[in-house]
Protein backbone atom coordinates (compact mmCIF):
# COMPACT_ATOMS: atom_id res chain seq x y z
CA UNK A 1 0.00 0.00 0.00
CA UNK A 2 2.93 2.32 0.85
CA UNK A 3 4.73 1.69 -2.13
CA UNK A 4 1.44 2.43 -4.36
CA UNK A 5 0.84 5.83 -2.42
CA UNK A 6 4.91 6.78 -3.42
CA UNK A 7 4.06 5.19 -7.05
CA UNK A 8 0.89 7.59 -7.32
CA UNK A 9 2.89 10.89 -5.51
CA UNK A 10 6.13 10.50 -8.18
CA UNK A 11 3.45 10.33 -11.17
CA UNK A 12 2.07 13.45 -10.29
CA UNK A 13 5.37 15.49 -9.55
CA UNK A 14 5.84 13.91 -13.08
CA UNK A 15 3.16 15.62 -14.64
CA UNK A 16 2.99 19.30 -12.72
CA UNK A 17 5.77 20.89 -14.50
CA UNK A 18 3.82 19.61 -17.89
CA UNK A 19 1.50 21.79 -16.73
CA UNK A 20 3.65 24.18 -15.21
CA UNK A 21 4.94 25.08 -18.49
CA UNK A 22 1.67 24.69 -20.77
CA UNK A 23 0.24 27.58 -18.24
CA UNK A 24 3.44 29.81 -18.61
CA UNK A 25 3.34 29.16 -22.57
CA UNK A 26 -0.28 29.99 -22.54
CA UNK A 27 0.27 33.43 -20.48
CA UNK A 28 3.17 34.45 -22.46
CA UNK A 29 1.43 33.82 -25.82
CA UNK A 30 -2.13 35.87 -24.22
CA UNK A 31 0.20 38.86 -23.12
CA UNK A 32 -0.80 41.98 -24.80
CA UNK A 33 2.57 43.70 -26.55
CA UNK A 34 3.34 46.52 -25.60
CA UNK A 35 4.85 48.78 -28.06
CA UNK A 36 8.41 50.75 -26.28
CA UNK A 37 8.11 54.55 -27.47
CA UNK A 38 11.80 54.28 -28.88
CA UNK A 39 10.16 51.52 -31.44
CA UNK A 40 7.81 54.72 -32.60
CA UNK A 41 10.92 57.02 -32.87
CA UNK A 42 10.86 58.17 -36.51
CA UNK A 43 7.14 56.99 -37.34
CA UNK A 44 4.35 59.82 -37.38
CA UNK A 45 3.57 58.58 -34.24
CA UNK A 46 7.13 59.39 -32.77
CA UNK A 47 6.24 60.50 -28.72
CA UNK A 48 8.91 63.35 -29.23
CA UNK A 49 6.50 65.41 -31.29
CA UNK A 50 4.13 68.17 -29.93
CA UNK A 51 1.56 66.09 -31.10
CA UNK A 52 2.36 62.60 -31.68
CA UNK A 53 0.25 61.35 -35.34
CA UNK A 54 0.51 64.90 -36.12
CA UNK A 55 3.32 67.21 -37.44
CA UNK A 56 2.78 70.54 -35.94
CA UNK A 57 3.97 73.68 -38.27
CA UNK A 58 4.62 77.38 -37.36
CA UNK A 59 4.97 80.25 -40.07
CA UNK A 60 4.53 83.60 -39.43
CA UNK A 61 1.70 85.91 -38.70
CA UNK A 62 0.82 87.27 -41.37
CA UNK A 63 3.20 84.59 -44.04
CA UNK A 64 4.30 86.62 -47.14
CA UNK A 65 4.78 85.84 -50.77
CA UNK A 66 6.43 84.44 -52.31
CA UNK A 67 7.07 82.05 -49.31
CA UNK A 68 3.29 81.34 -48.86
CA UNK A 69 0.98 83.05 -50.73
CA UNK A 70 -3.06 84.34 -49.85
CA UNK A 71 -1.66 84.19 -46.04
CA UNK A 72 -2.73 80.69 -46.52
CA UNK A 73 0.09 78.28 -45.64
CA UNK A 74 -2.93 75.20 -45.62
CA UNK A 75 -3.41 75.93 -49.62
CA UNK A 76 0.38 74.30 -49.94
CA UNK A 77 1.23 77.00 -52.56
CA UNK A 78 3.88 78.67 -52.46
CA UNK A 79 8.04 77.73 -51.32
CA UNK A 80 7.40 77.25 -47.76
CA UNK A 81 4.25 75.62 -47.45
CA UNK A 82 5.09 73.62 -50.76
CA UNK A 83 8.60 72.28 -48.98
CA UNK A 84 7.06 71.47 -45.51
CA UNK A 85 3.73 69.20 -47.04
CA UNK A 86 6.90 67.60 -49.29
CA UNK A 87 9.02 66.99 -46.36
CA UNK A 88 5.26 65.59 -44.20
CA UNK A 89 4.75 63.10 -47.24
CA UNK A 90 8.46 62.45 -47.10
CA UNK A 91 8.01 61.33 -43.59
CA UNK A 92 4.88 59.64 -43.72
CA UNK A 93 1.99 62.44 -42.79
CA UNK A 94 -0.74 62.91 -44.51
CA UNK A 95 -1.29 66.19 -45.76
CA UNK A 96 -4.21 67.25 -43.22
CA UNK A 97 -2.24 65.55 -40.56
CA UNK A 98 -0.17 68.99 -40.84
CA UNK A 99 -1.15 71.51 -38.37
CA UNK A 100 -0.04 75.13 -38.73
CA UNK A 101 0.27 77.56 -36.13
CA UNK A 102 1.17 81.51 -36.16
CA UNK A 103 4.13 82.80 -34.31
CA UNK A 104 5.78 85.56 -35.03
CA UNK A 105 9.50 86.36 -36.56
CA UNK A 106 10.72 87.44 -33.05
CA UNK A 107 9.22 84.52 -30.74
CA UNK A 108 10.30 82.30 -33.16
CA UNK A 109 14.20 82.76 -32.35
CA UNK A 110 13.54 83.43 -29.05
CA UNK A 111 14.55 81.43 -26.01
CA UNK A 112 12.32 79.04 -24.20
CA UNK A 113 9.33 76.07 -25.09
CA UNK A 114 8.39 76.52 -28.56
CA UNK A 115 4.23 75.12 -29.05
CA UNK A 116 5.21 73.44 -32.66
CA UNK A 117 8.21 70.65 -33.63
CA UNK A 118 9.47 73.64 -35.95
CA UNK A 119 9.30 77.10 -37.40
CA UNK A 120 9.59 78.17 -41.25
CA UNK A 121 9.88 81.77 -41.95
CA UNK A 122 12.74 82.10 -44.08
CA UNK A 123 15.18 82.14 -40.66
CA UNK A 124 18.77 82.51 -41.78
CA UNK A 125 20.69 80.03 -39.78
CA UNK A 126 23.59 82.16 -37.77
CA UNK A 127 26.16 81.35 -34.99
CA UNK A 128 24.59 83.95 -32.78
CA UNK A 129 20.99 82.07 -33.14
CA UNK A 130 22.62 78.88 -32.60
CA UNK A 131 23.12 80.14 -28.66
CA UNK A 132 19.11 79.93 -28.38
CA UNK A 133 17.61 77.52 -30.68
CA UNK A 134 18.28 74.86 -32.77
CA UNK A 135 18.68 74.65 -36.91
CA UNK A 136 17.91 71.71 -39.27
CA UNK A 137 20.51 71.68 -42.46
CA UNK A 138 20.34 74.55 -44.63
CA UNK A 139 17.33 74.32 -47.62
CA UNK A 140 17.88 77.06 -49.44
CA UNK A 141 20.69 79.85 -49.40
CA UNK A 142 19.11 83.48 -51.16
CA UNK A 143 20.96 86.42 -52.41
CA UNK A 144 20.29 90.08 -51.46
CA UNK A 145 18.86 92.59 -53.16
CA UNK A 146 18.90 96.75 -52.94
CA UNK A 147 15.52 98.05 -53.67
CA UNK A 148 14.96 101.67 -54.16
CA UNK A 149 12.36 103.65 -55.87
CA UNK A 150 13.03 105.65 -59.05
CA UNK A 151 15.02 109.58 -58.25
CA UNK A 152 16.69 107.56 -55.55
CA UNK A 153 20.21 108.84 -54.89
CA UNK A 154 21.71 105.70 -54.68
CA UNK A 155 19.39 104.24 -57.75
CA UNK A 156 22.70 103.51 -60.20
CA UNK A 157 25.04 102.64 -57.44
CA UNK A 158 28.10 100.39 -58.23
CA UNK A 159 29.38 99.73 -54.98
CA UNK A 160 29.24 99.70 -51.29
CA UNK A 161 31.21 103.17 -51.31
CA UNK A 162 27.79 104.43 -53.22
CA UNK A 163 25.20 102.75 -51.19
CA UNK A 164 26.34 103.91 -47.82
CA UNK A 165 25.98 107.52 -49.29
CA UNK A 166 22.48 107.10 -49.16
CA UNK A 167 19.94 106.87 -46.07
CA UNK A 168 19.08 102.59 -45.36
CA UNK A 169 15.94 101.12 -43.23
CA UNK A 170 15.24 97.86 -42.50
CA UNK A 171 12.90 95.41 -40.31
CA UNK A 172 14.12 95.10 -36.69
CA UNK A 173 15.46 90.98 -35.76
CA UNK A 174 16.29 90.16 -39.66
CA UNK A 175 19.59 89.21 -41.37
CA UNK A 176 18.55 92.22 -43.25
CA UNK A 177 19.41 94.60 -40.73
CA UNK A 178 22.75 93.05 -39.79
CA UNK A 179 23.43 92.84 -43.89
CA UNK A 180 23.20 96.76 -43.85
CA UNK A 181 25.26 97.25 -41.10
CA UNK A 182 27.65 94.54 -41.14
CA UNK A 183 28.30 94.28 -44.82
CA UNK A 184 27.49 97.37 -46.27
CA UNK A 185 29.15 99.20 -43.11
CA UNK A 186 26.02 101.74 -42.72
CA UNK A 187 25.45 103.89 -39.88
CA UNK A 188 22.26 104.86 -38.26
CA UNK A 189 19.99 102.72 -40.27
CA UNK A 190 16.20 103.27 -39.53
CA UNK A 191 14.78 100.44 -37.97
CA UNK A 192 11.45 99.55 -38.79
CA UNK A 193 8.83 97.01 -36.57
CA UNK A 194 7.84 94.98 -39.79
CA UNK A 195 8.07 94.64 -43.68
CA UNK A 196 5.24 97.05 -44.28
CA UNK A 197 6.52 99.29 -42.10
CA UNK A 198 9.89 99.62 -43.75
CA UNK A 199 8.16 100.24 -47.40
CA UNK A 200 5.78 102.70 -46.01
CA UNK A 201 8.76 104.41 -45.29
CA UNK A 202 10.26 103.74 -48.35
CA UNK A 203 7.18 105.17 -50.42
CA UNK A 204 7.54 107.87 -48.35
CA UNK A 205 10.88 108.95 -49.14
CA UNK A 206 11.97 108.81 -45.30
CA UNK A 207 15.11 105.99 -46.56
CA UNK A 208 16.16 105.79 -49.76
CA UNK A 209 16.76 102.37 -49.66
CA UNK A 210 16.25 99.00 -47.95
CA UNK A 211 18.07 95.70 -48.33
CA UNK A 212 15.80 92.09 -48.54
CA UNK A 213 16.07 88.45 -49.81
CA UNK A 214 15.82 88.69 -53.59
CA UNK A 215 12.73 86.46 -53.90
CA UNK A 216 10.86 88.26 -51.72
CA UNK A 217 12.11 91.47 -53.42
CA UNK A 218 11.08 90.19 -56.89
CA UNK A 219 7.32 89.50 -55.78
CA UNK A 220 6.84 92.80 -53.86
CA UNK A 221 7.99 95.06 -56.21
CA UNK A 222 6.16 92.98 -58.90
CA UNK A 223 2.93 92.60 -56.91
CA UNK A 224 2.99 94.69 -54.04
CA UNK A 225 4.77 97.84 -54.07
CA UNK A 226 5.58 98.25 -57.99
CA UNK A 227 6.45 101.82 -57.72
CA UNK A 228 9.62 100.28 -55.94
CA UNK A 229 12.55 98.68 -58.02
CA UNK A 230 15.49 96.47 -57.35
CA UNK A 231 18.53 97.96 -58.30
CA UNK A 232 21.14 95.54 -57.50
CA UNK A 233 21.86 92.28 -56.04
CA UNK A 234 24.46 91.90 -53.17
CA UNK A 235 27.11 88.96 -51.88
CA UNK A 236 26.19 86.66 -50.01
CA UNK A 237 26.81 87.55 -45.79
CA UNK A 238 29.48 84.86 -44.95
CA UNK A 239 27.64 85.41 -41.33
CA UNK A 240 23.98 84.33 -42.79
CA UNK A 241 24.11 80.42 -43.72
CA UNK A 242 21.06 79.79 -45.14
CA UNK A 243 17.56 79.52 -44.48
CA UNK A 244 17.08 76.69 -42.12
CA UNK A 245 13.99 74.85 -39.87
CA UNK A 246 13.91 76.44 -36.34
CA UNK A 247 13.50 73.98 -33.08
CA UNK A 248 13.37 74.83 -29.69
CA UNK A 249 16.75 74.24 -28.08
CA UNK A 250 17.57 70.56 -27.45
CA UNK A 251 14.84 69.02 -29.98
CA UNK A 252 15.66 65.92 -30.21
CA UNK A 253 13.62 65.38 -33.67
CA UNK A 254 16.32 67.65 -35.57
CA UNK A 255 17.89 64.89 -36.78
CA UNK A 256 14.88 62.61 -38.08
CA UNK A 257 13.76 66.34 -40.04
CA UNK A 258 17.12 66.91 -41.67
CA UNK A 259 16.90 62.78 -42.70
CA UNK A 260 13.58 63.71 -44.59
CA UNK A 261 15.01 67.34 -45.61
CA UNK A 262 18.18 65.41 -47.29
CA UNK A 263 15.97 63.05 -48.92
CA UNK A 264 13.49 65.91 -50.66
CA UNK A 265 16.56 67.82 -51.35
CA UNK A 266 17.96 64.37 -53.13
CA UNK A 267 14.92 64.13 -54.92
CA UNK A 268 14.64 68.01 -56.65
CA UNK A 269 11.58 68.85 -54.73
CA UNK A 270 13.81 72.49 -53.29
CA UNK A 271 14.81 73.23 -56.84
CA UNK A 272 11.63 72.64 -58.36
CA UNK A 273 10.25 74.81 -55.97
CA UNK A 274 12.36 77.55 -56.31
CA UNK A 275 12.10 77.60 -59.68
CA UNK A 276 8.37 78.14 -59.74
CA UNK A 277 8.04 80.70 -56.87
CA UNK A 278 11.83 81.95 -56.28
CA UNK A 279 13.38 83.47 -59.53
CA UNK A 280 13.29 86.55 -61.78
CA UNK A 281 13.47 86.42 -65.55
CA UNK A 282 14.94 89.81 -65.98
CA UNK A 283 19.06 90.38 -65.48
CA UNK A 284 19.91 92.37 -62.50
CA UNK A 285 23.19 94.36 -61.48
CA UNK A 286 25.62 92.68 -59.14
CA UNK A 287 27.79 94.69 -56.72
CA UNK A 288 30.10 92.99 -54.99
CA UNK A 289 32.23 95.12 -52.89
Known sequence: MFKKILLILFAC????????GGKSEQSAADKPVVEKKADLEGTINDPRLYTPGKL????GEPAYP???MDDNPEGG?????GLVYALAEKLGFAKEDVVWVRQTFDEGIAPGPKPYDFNIQQFSVTEERRKFVDFSIVYYKPQKAVITIPGSDIIDAESFADLKKGNWGATIGTADLSYIENIIGVKDVAVFNDVAGTFQALLAK???????ELPTALFITFVQVPDAII?????????DLGHGLVFEKGNPLVGWINEGLKAIIADGVVDKLTKEYLIGDQPIRVIDK
Open 13 to 20: LLVMPLFA
Open 66 to 68: PWI
Open 77 to 81: VGFEN
Open 206 to 212: QIDATCI
Open 231 to 239: SAVLPNDPN
Open 56 to 59: TVAT
